[in-house]
Nanobody
Framework: VQLQASGGGWVQPGGSLTLSCAAS????????ITWFRQAPGKEREGLSC????????TYSDPVKDRFTISRDNAKNTVYLRINSLKPEDTAIYFC???????????????WGQGTLVTVSS
């Protein structure tokens, strides 16, 4: 199982970014994927989850109005669109898969390497 997040970078406040999580080594559509982030000096937090077929999505309250999760199972990729970026969104963003579940929420078991998002002027 391999997961690789990408798409991070430096963005000005108010900007937008789309992160990607590319997966390999398993039947992608059979598993829910969750995005997490970890800001400097803070605990890792769950952001959003999407079921294996994309039927259902969940969001944490702090991000539900600005973040959109989606997936393209033909490309084995999950996306996270982040709008109206704020300095407090600065963090390393990770994607993760559970052991078995096609449905959200998951208990993360497999983690990808993260991608750094820096929001500053």
């Amino acid at each position: 199982v391999q997961l690789q997040a990408s798409g991070g970078g430096w963005v000005q406040p108010g900007g937008s970014l789309t992160l990607s999580c590319a997966a390999s080594g398993f039947t992608f559509s059979a598993y829910a994927i969750t995005w997490f982030r970890q800001a400097p000096g803070k605990e890792r937090e769950g952001l959003s989850c999407i079921s294996g077929g994309g039927e259902t999505t969940t969001y944490s309250d702090p991000v539900k109005d600005r973040f959109t999760i989606s997936r393209d199972n033909a490309k084995n990729t999950v996306y996270l669109r982040i709008n109206s970026l704020k300095p407090e969104d600065t963090a390393i963003y990770f994607c993760a898969r559970g052991r078995y579940s096609k449905w959200c929420p998951i208990t993360p078991h497999y983690w990808g390497q993260g991608t750094l998002v820096t929001v500053s002027s």
